[in-house]
């Protein structure tokens, strides 16, 4: 009967660390894939805007842009981490998106993705959640005046 | 022999409750901090947002001032010209609010930086004081007019 006793005593505990580790998870990496998402959006808000500040109908235009994309200094991860693999690309109408147009004079918006902003997870891996969870952050902006489109 | 078990069993429970209640306030403490930071994120991304499109008026200090409040109420209360004084984020104030404008040589605005500054989150067990962040830079894509006055 003793036994019996403690074996329970050992169950219940596992269990209940189980339940507090998705817990913990749930506000801790959860938390944090959420702040991650939030800052990557704003973060491409800028560049796109920053981007489609550039574009003036030339080449040059469009490697300005790349360049004003490159030095944002906004941060993800708590703002701790630089934003890496940061996608620029032109569109004359909003249909169809390259990184090298070959006619810079038709470009009116510029678009920037952020697709490489993975959070590292803590405590859901224990319960079987994954390694890392990818936030990838997307927004476009038209030229004259620059506004954001999407 | 009764009485021991019973003895042992205050002592997991002793054990096992302070584990537990540590493991929960950390929980509640790392939760809330991120909740609020997330609000924090969203309120300057939306200040952010506004003074990178709000015309420039630089006629004088006062006007700078002025252009300045009004970023800072975007951010705490959602309305540059509030009506309802409630923030969007807990105790948040306007003076918790960086507003820097990124100039170029003639004194034109190229970027605006928005960042909060000396922000207490309480999460009961500790508070997190945060200091330049959360914090964003948008280009100034306004309307400059250096010799207009804020109406």
């Known amino acids: ?150 | 022999m009764r009485r021991r078990q019973s003895g042992h069993a205050m002592i997991e429970l002793a054990v096992c409750a302070a584990v537990m209640v540590s493991c929960l306030a950390g929980t509640f403490q790392f939760g809330y901090t991120f909740y609020i930071y997330n609000q924090l994120v969203t309120a300057v991304g939306n200040g952010g947002r506004y003074a990178a499109m709000r015309t420039y008026r630089g006629a004088s200090d006062v006007d700078l001032e002025k252009g300045r409040a009004a970023i800072r109420n975007m951010v705490v209360y959602g309305d540059a010209r509030p009506t309802d004084l409630a923030p969007v984020v807990a105790n948040l104030r306007p003076d918790q609010v960086d507003v820097e404008w990124v100039k170029d040589k003639t004194g034109a605005p190229t970027a605006v930086h928005v960042a909060i500054r000396n922000y207490p989150v309480n999460a009961v067990f500790k508070t997190v004081s945060l200091e330049g962040r959360p914090g964003v830079e948008f280009p100034f894509v306004g309307r400059y007019a250096p010799g207009e006055r804020e109406p």
């Open chain 1, 1 to 150: 009967m003793t036994g019996n006793r403690r074996g329970f005593v050992l169950i219940a505990m596992s269990v209940t660390m189980l339940l507090l580790l998705a817990v913990m998870g749930l506000a801790f990496d959860v938390g944090r894939i959420y702040i991650a998402r939030n800052e990557a959006q704003v973060f491409t808000d800028a560049a796109a805007m920053a981007a489609a500040q550039k574009l003036d109908g030339t080449k040059a235009g469009l490697d300005r842009a790349k360049d004003a994309v490159a030095h944002i200094p906004m941060r993800w991860n708590l703002g701790t981490q630089e934003f890496r693999g940061v996608i620029v690309e032109f569109s004359a109408d909003g249909s169809k998106w390259e990184t090298e147009p070959s006619n810079a004079g038709s470009v009116t918006m510029a678009r920037v993705t952020a697709p490489d902003n993975s959070v590292e997870i803590t405590f859901l891996r224990a319960v079987g959640g994954p390694n890392n969870f990818v936030v990838p952050a997307q927004a476009a902006a038209m030229a004259n005046p620059v506004r954001l489109t999407e």
